[in-house]
């Protein structure tokens, strides 16, 4: 990251450079499935947000909106409680699906 800057006498030009990804978003998706299989795969047994969170390393907002979520949605996982999906007791299993 650098900056240029031009001073002349009644003008005052900057110009910022910032660092763009160095990983395109498309390949970050390509990574959803492999990510997705391995929680897939530890949920064989009702895991709770907390042990998700751990087992990835992310935090439980991140997992949720990024990974559980969209997995109950295509029917990957489902909820244990699922009359009460903000319960802290709720977990997450594995479908038969």
């Known amino acids: 990251m650098g900056e ?27 990574n959803r499935p492999e990510e997705w299989k391995q929680i897939i795969e530890f949920c064989k047994e009702p895991r709770s947000r907390k042990e998700i969170a751990e087992y990835t390393g992310k935090t439980q907002n991140y997992i949720m909106q990024q990974w559980i979520k969209p997995m109950i949605e295509q ?11 903000k319960s802290r007791y709720q977990k997450f299993v594995k479908t038969g699906e």
């Open 4 to 30: 240029d800057v031009t001073d002349t006498h009644r003008e005052f030009k900057a110009i910022l450079y910032s660092k763009l990804p160095t990983t395109p978003v498309a390949e970050k998706k390509e």
């Open 75 to 85: 029917k990957l996982l489902k909820m244990t409680n699922p009359d009460k999906p």
